[in-house]
């Protein structure tokens, strides 16, 4: 089976008040189920230019009975102590310069 994955950022804002820039990624997975947030980090890396340990996927939702995704995905370009505005319970939130928790 193969696997097409589109992904376009569908929204981008800078967020002045705590030092970030907010993305909105749209994603077609056609052929395959939602993508990994590996997968998502690689797009960040190579196609965006993001740093890793400066980034975090706050979510990926997949709407029900399609092959359509989205991601929320937080950059602080100046880098940050993740605990003083993350939710330190998040087990879904991680940065992608860690591995994924296993919440």
Known sequence: MIF???IEV???RDNPFIDRR???LRIEHKGGATPGRRDIAKFLVERLGLEPDKTFIAWIKTYTGTNRS???IYY???GIDWSTIEPT???KVISLGEEESQA
């Open 76 to 78: 602080y370009p100046d």
């Open 22 to 24: 907010e993305i909105l």
């Open 70 to 72: 989205e991601a929320l």
């Open 4 to 6: 097409e994955m589109n």
């Open 89 to 91: 319970k998040r087990g």
């Open 10 to 12: 569908a929204m981008e």
